[in-house]
């Protein structure tokens, strides 16, 4: 009986440390995207390229010179009018709002649905600045599903050195970033 008994412990333990190793692998590449703490969302707004994104359905039209222009509402919202070039060479664009999550307005929910329908729970996308460097010159926007990511810089082009470190940041958040699309800028 006790030769059963230790032989079931050691079987229990045995199964308990091979479940554990594949779980401890999990948690060091699915880390969950941290906001960086605060904005000052004045330096924010503004006109930002695209540099790279995740394929996503809602861009699923947009080619080339993608943008993303924010503005303040009188409401402490943002505004946001999203641009790009279609296949056709069509500039298209989506107008929509992003509503602050935190005080440090580093973490917004966006809609684009028609104003009169932005009620409508879970119509709203995660948008959180993961980072920004000091001078708001380039920045890493994604959320805590991993779904979405975007490289933005005020400029059309981005230094592969300035570019790799965002890249090491996604990483580091467990973004597959060999999925990421690089944006054509002409502009």
């Known amino acids: ?9 050691i079987s229990s333990s045995l199964a308990a440390v091979s479940l554990m190793l594949p779980l401890s692998t999990f948690a060091d590449t699915n880390t969950k995207p941290v906001a960086v703490d605060s904005i000052d969302i004045n330096k924010y707004a503004g006109k930002w390229y695209e540099i790279a994104h995740l394929p996503m359905f809602f861009q699923r039209n947009c080619v080339a010179n993608t943008t993303a222009n924010y503005s303040i509402n009188a409401d402490k919202t943002v505004g946001v009018l999203n641009s790009c070039t279609t296949k056709k060479g069509e500039m ?3 107008e929509g709002v992003a509503y602050p999550q935190n005080e440090g307005n580093s973490k917004l929910k966006v809609s684009f649905l028609p104003s009169g329908l932005r009620w409508i729970p ?14 708001y010159q380039v920045a890493l926007v994604g959320g805590p599903s991993h779904k979405y990511l ?19 940041t996604a ?7 060999s999925k990421l699309v690089k944006t054509t800028q002409s502009k």
């Open 171 to 177: 990483k580091s958040y467990g973004y597959d970033v």
């Open 122 to 135: 879970f119509t709203k996308g995660d948008y959180w600045v993961l980072r920004v460097d000091p001078n």
């Open 150 to 168: 975007w490289i933005l810089s005020r400029s059309p082009q981005l230094d592969e050195a300035t570019y790799q470190s965002y890249l090491q």
């Open 1 to 9: 009986m006790k030769l059963l008994f230790k032989s079931l412990v």
């Open 92 to 94: 298209i664009s989506s």
